[in-house]
């Protein structure tokens, strides 16, 4: 009996059996059928692009079409690919924050801005409603960078809270008249967009019917003659705005509620008004009077911004509605709508192939010098100098008692303009760096500035140590001088620059006009910070060990031969600077329109690859060249090795003209001067960058090559 108890409990507590793993034709079955299932959802995607259905609401299926279209920007790693969301990629680290019902969520105004022009205003400067004094405000940390940029994000007057849905609520009337009135009609015409930032999410116009988004709303309309029956075209203004918030809410999973879409719909309407004032609590008919009627964009009700014949001011009475809906698109979405239409990544990718099919051509070309031409020629010069008939000798070698001849054109200037090139060139790198492991955002306003402001303060001892090393080279000896000219040359004629700008920007109160304050911190971070560490990098150069080459130069310079019109300057320097600006200019165009057309370019990994192919090809393109200069027995490849990078800096301000003409539609002589002032000083640091690499890399081939030469 205890045996039978005993086997029945060892039965009772058997391990229970193993689960049978699936064989290689259930898995290659459960992949096929998988892959079935992924080739239906694309199918079935591409077939609703093809129909136009809808891509920008808050629906379930427009948030996967979404997903479905921004796929490749989800997809981050080289060899092996994770999904990301949106909103990891343009602000990693950024944790949802939740709102409780009922409770008062800041909304922040920002610029009103227009792409026709590039002179951005303060919205309390235009004849608005200013905030209560109770309002919510979120607590922001202004940068340099936003500084400089204009960018202070204030109070708004409109009241939002979490869940509760507002009709049409009047905020307060303002007289609009004379002056005031022909500005807000200047700006109207200019179509100038207020921007307004909720939980972080810049407001969208959405358009269901034409399927489209677009950031901030605009001041007012221009209505034609044949639209409104009038004999001429006329302004009016929007003075009402719809708000919908779109959230989500999940008890399972957080407590409140997360925002996941702030759009408005502005409306323009002339409400009838009987009192002087108006406040949220005034009855008005055309408003929240009982009996009133919803507000929306009729022409006969149509607010214009018409002077009166009587000269009396325009009397504008502002209003606002608030609407809550709930939303299925969850927190890490929210950001898919505003790269709907941005372009793809398999751009930069073809931009990358295409520069680097230009930099394996031109690193052939150095090849074939290096291993084929330079080893045959040095062999038989070295053969002819063991047997004595160096008399015949031809070609680069000739030049090696003057090759390192220091230039006779302002030794000072070259070293100033490389140095300054190097720093400017250790900044970029810096700033990108930063990108990559996180410490930057682009995203943020005003950061990428601040970084690139004091990385190029910070640099300073690059540029003072390069500098000084050359012009030490050179035979040099005023280094006070030379030090100075470093600290103060491209610093100061940025700052000039900026200031006679700024000067102008000032009289017409554009947002971007810094003040005296700012302009004194930066005199006061250039003079304190940046020179000192440009002279400590001076005296490292200078007390260093004038740099060792492997020939002596002849105390008569040797006669050049007259060489052919296109290996002279400025021909050779035009030539030279096309392969440069060629490598870089596809994804420049993605970085101006983020300058100017206010888009979104947050690829630091696409933009250091660019960097990289820049340095490839100004290095490869200059010692390509120089070694046809030194074959024609031209010795002075100082300043052209310079040149023949540095143009890169003209084809890119004709490249800015280009785009000036073609994508920008700027009205007004000032917005014209603000685009070119900033492309100036974009083209003068690009330039300097491309020629410090392309100097750098002759000294370097100049120095290996003669040094590989049996030289009496």
């Given at each position: ?16 059996a ?81 709102y409780?019902?009922?409770e ?19 919205f ?9 004094k ?5 607590k922001?940390?202004?940068n ?25 609520t ?17 700006l ?33 309309f ?34 409140g ?72 698109v ?7 709508v ?69 230039p ?6 070259l ?11 250790v ?69 000039v620059?900026?200031t ?65 019109f296109?290996?002279?300057?400025p ?20 970085i101006m ?36 200069q ?73 120095r ?8 009496d």
């Amino acid at each position: 009996v205890v045996l039978i108890l005993l086997g029945l409990c060892s039965v009772s507590h058997a391990a229970p059996a193993a689960k049978k793993r699936p064989t290689r034709a259930e898995k290659k079955a459960a992949r096929k059928e998988q892959l079935q299932r992924a080739k239906a959802q694309v199918a079935k995607f591409e077939q609703m692009k093809k129909e136009g259905a809808d891509m920008i609401s808050n629906t379930k299926e427009a948030a996967a079409l979404r997903s479905y279209e921004l796929r490749k920007k989800k997809t981050h790693g080289i060899i092996r690919k994770r999904e990301k969301s949106i909103s990891s990629i343009l602000f990693p680290g950024m944790a949802p924050e939740e709102y409780n019902k009922n409770e008062l969520i800041p909304i922040n105004v920002e610029l009103v801005e227009s792409r026709k022009t590039q002179v951005p205003y303060k919205f309390y400067d235009l004849p608005v409603c200013q905030p209560p004094k109770e309002a919510a405000v979120r607590k922001i940390r202004k940068n340099l960078g936003a500084r400089l940029q204009g960018y202070k994000p204030q109070a708004s007057p409109y009241e939002i809270r979490v869940g509760q849905d507002k009709s049409c609520t009047p905020i307060c009337m303002v007289s609009i008249g004379g002056r005031k009135l022909r500005w807000l009609r200047k700006l109207v015409e200019r179509q100038y967009r207020v921007h307004i930032n909720l939980d972080q999410l810049p407001v969208l116009m959405r358009s269901r019917e034409l399927n489209y988004a677009v950031r901030g709303y605009p001041l007012g309309f221009k209505a034609p003659a044949s639209y409104t029956g009038l004999k001429d075209d006329e302004l009016y203004l929007f003075n009402h705005l719809k708000f919908t918030i779109s959230y989500h809410e999940d008890p399972s999973q957080f407590d409140g509620v997360r925002i996941t879409g702030f759009d408005v719909h502005p409306v323009s309407i002339e409400h009838k008004v009987e009192t002087d004032t108006v406040a949220s609590a005034t009855k008005i008919s055309t408003c929240n009077a009982d009996g009133a009627l919803e507000v929306v964009n009729d022409p006969a009700t149509y607010l214009s911004l018409r002077s009166s014949t009587s000269g009396e001011p325009h009397k504008v009475v502002y209003s606002y509605e608030v609407q809550w809906e709930k939303s299925d698109v969850e927190w890490t979405d929210r950001w898919d709508v505003y790269l709907v239409g941005s372009p793809d990544d398999d751009i930069h990718y073809f931009a990358i192939v295409n520069s680097l099919m230009i930099v394996l051509f031109l690193f052939g070309a150095v090849a074939t010098i290096m291993i084929r031409t330079l080893r045959k020629d040095i062999a038989g010069y070295n053969e002819m100098q063991a047997i004595e008939d160096a008399q015949e000798e031809t070609g680069w070698k000739l030049v090696h008692g003057d090759v390192f001849r220091p230039p006779t054109f302002s030794p000072m200037t070259l070293s100033v303009a490389v140095g300054t090139g190097i720093q400017i060139g250790v900044c970029f790198f810096a700033v990108l760096l930063c990108a990559l492991l996180k410490l930057v955002n682009p995203m943020k306003k005003g950061q990428a500035l601040s970084s690139i402001v004091f990385l190029y303060v910070l640099s300073g001892t690059v540029s003072g140590y390069c500098s000084a090393r050359l012009f030490k080279f050179c035979d040099g000896t005023a280094w006070k001088r030379n030090t100075i000219a470093t600290a103060v040359s491209f610093p100061g004629l940025v700052v000039v620059m900026f200031t006679v700008l700024n000067i102008f920007l000032s009289f017409v109160n554009a947002a971007t006009a810094v003040s005296f304050w700012l302009v004194f911190a930066m005199f006061l971070l250039w003079v304190c910070v940046s020179t000192p560490l440009v002279f400590a990098g001076s005296y490292l150069g200078f007390r260093a060990e004038k740099t060792d080459v492997p020939t002596k130069t002849n105390q008569i310079a040797r006669f050049i031969p007259e060489q052919p019109f296109y290996a002279d300057v400025p021909f050779s320097c035009l030539f030279g600077g096309i392969l440069p600006f060629g490598s870089v200019c596809i994804e420049l165009f993605f970085i101006m329109s983020a300058l100017w057309l206010h888009q979104y370019f947050y690829m630091m990994g696409f933009l250091m690859a660019v960097l990289f192919i820049l340095v490839a090809t100004c290095s490869t393109v200059s010692i390509v060249m120089c070694y046809l200069q030194l074959c024609g027995e031209d010795h002075r490849w100082w300043w052209k090795s310079f040149w023949n990078c540095a143009t890169a800096g003209v084809y890119l301000f004709l490249y800015s003209l280009w785009f000036l003409s073609s994508k920008l539609d700027l009205v007004g002589a000032l917005p014209i001067m603000v685009y070119l002032t900033y492309m100036s000083m974009i083209s003068i640091a690009f330039g300097l960058l491309c020629g410090a690499i392309g100097f750098y890399s002759c000294f370097w081939f100049t120095r290996k090559v003669y040094g590989a030469v049996k030289v009496d």
